[in-house]
């Protein structure tokens, strides 16, 4: 089982960056999946990133897509989620969510175990 922490959000002006940290505990943190999600108020649940087990496989939603980059280090157990050029859109609630089991690239949140509590992200014009 694994336990997941957000980090890294706050309040930003459009074209500014945020780094974006997830920080799983528990053992065996490289049999997971990581992706990334987010909720905006009164919208369903939106995949942004996911990165492979060993960081070999990547996928962004083409929302972020150039505007995201998303990272881990096995070593230290963490998962970075880089986001440029922000915009009042990204506005939400961000969430680190983990699965195991062989890599899919899946976006489906249900098909994630286990999820932190989010950070959330806002972004003024």
């Known amino acids: 089982q694994v336990q997941l922490v957000e980090s890294g959000g706050g309040m930003v002006q459009a074209g500014e960056s945020l780094r974006l940290s997830c920080a799983p505990s528990?053992?065996?943190?490289?049999?997971?999946?990581i992706a990334w999600f987010r909720q905006a108020p009164g919208q369903e649940r939106e995949f942004v990133a996911l990165?492979?087990?060993?960081?070999?496989?990547?996928t962004y939603a083409d929302s972020v897509k150039g505007r995201a980059i998303i990272t881990r280090d096995n070593v230290h157990n963490i998962v970075y989620l880089q986001m440029n050029s922000l915009n009042p859109e990204d506005t939400a609630v961000y969430y680190c969510?983990?699965?195991?089991?062989?890599?899919?690239?899946?976006?489906?949140?249900?098909?994630?175990?286990?999820w932190g509590q989010g950070t959330q992200v806002t972004v003024s014009s």
């Open positions: 969510a983990a699965r195991s089991g062989p890599f899919t690239g899946t976006r489906v949140p249900e098909a994630y175990a286990y």
């Open positions: 528990g053992r065996a943190f490289s049999i997971y999946t």
């Open positions: 990165v492979s087990q060993f960081g070999d496989g990547r």
